[in-house]
Antibody, heavy 118, light 107 residues
Framework: EVQLVESGGGLVQPGGSLRLSCAAS????????MNWVRQAPGKGLEWVSY????????YYADSVKGRFTISRDNAKNSLYLQMNSLRDEDTAVYYC???????????WGQGTLVTVSS | DIQMTQSPSTLSASVGDRVTITCRAS??????LAWYQQKPGKAPKLLIY???SLESGVPSRFSGSGSGTEFTLTISSLQPDDFATYYC?????????FGQGTKVEIK
């Protein structure tokens, strides 16, 4: 069964840092690009970052560029999101999602909640 | 960036109703349009891809249509399990922007 499990969320003060992880299983992780997508409480979905299978191509949303860093370790079947200089508006559930060959996001992990508050 | 606009934001309907949700792209995305269903506290689930192709395991009462900039998601006969929020997403570009969502509520 294809599975993605996020971890690392929690409460952090504004200006702080947090590292999210996404553990993949049930498929050949190194063959797939991956995304992070977030959802603020009661709001819609916002694409955050993309990384290709070999890490050669990386993109960020303007809202996180310069503060967040996406990375992956194919040997550990893991995806990461290093979040620095966190702001109140970064409060959200963060999902990792596999990118299929056509660009579709499926499946998604269950999400991990990041709360930025003093 | 490509902007996606969904309408309506909220839709009240009864079991058995035919429901239609519209999604418009700010520029042509050919048929690179997906629909996702999200229930409270859960991750989004892919329903339809390439505008009109049904994901495996998704009930046939769901259908999608459109191309270019105008797309629709139709539920032919609303079932209790279908009360949820629906999002469109363009994947014409890697920056896969989402619509703002349509919440389907019980009337």
């Amino acid at each position: 069964e294809v599975q993605l499990v996020e971890s690392g969320g929690g409460l952090v003060q504004p200006g702080g840092s947090l590292r999210l992880s996404c553990a993949a299983s049930g498929f050949t992780f190194s063959s797939y690009s991956m995304n992070w997508v977030r959802q603020a409480p009661g709001k819609g979905l916002e694409w955050v970052s993309y990384i290709s299978s070999s890490s050669s191509t990386i993109y960020y949303a303007d809202s996180v560029k310069g503060r967040f860093t996406i990375s992956r370790d194919n040997a550990k079947n893991s995806l990461y999101l290093q979040m620095n200089s966190l702001r109140d508006e970064d409060t959200a559930v963060y999902y990792c999602a596999r990118v299929n060959s056509g660009g579709l996001l499926t499946p998604w992990g269950q999400g991990t909640l990041v709360t930025v508050s003093s | 960036d490509i902007q996606m606009t969904q309408s309506p934001s909220t839709l009240s309907a009864s079991v058995g109703d035919r429901v239609t949700i519209t999604c418009r792209a700010s520029q042509s995305i050919s048929s690179w349009l997906a629909w996702y269903q999200q229930k409270p506290g859960k991750a989004p689930k892919l329903l339809i891809y390439k505008a009109s192709s049904l994901e495996s395991g998704v009930p046939s009462r769901f259908s999608g249509s459109g191309s270019g900039t105008e797309f629709t998601l139709t539920i032919s006969s609303l079932q209790p399990d279908d009360f949820a929020t629906y999002y469109c997403q363009q994947y014409n570009s890697i920056l896969g922007t989402f619509g703002q969502g349509t919440k389907v509520e019980i009337k």
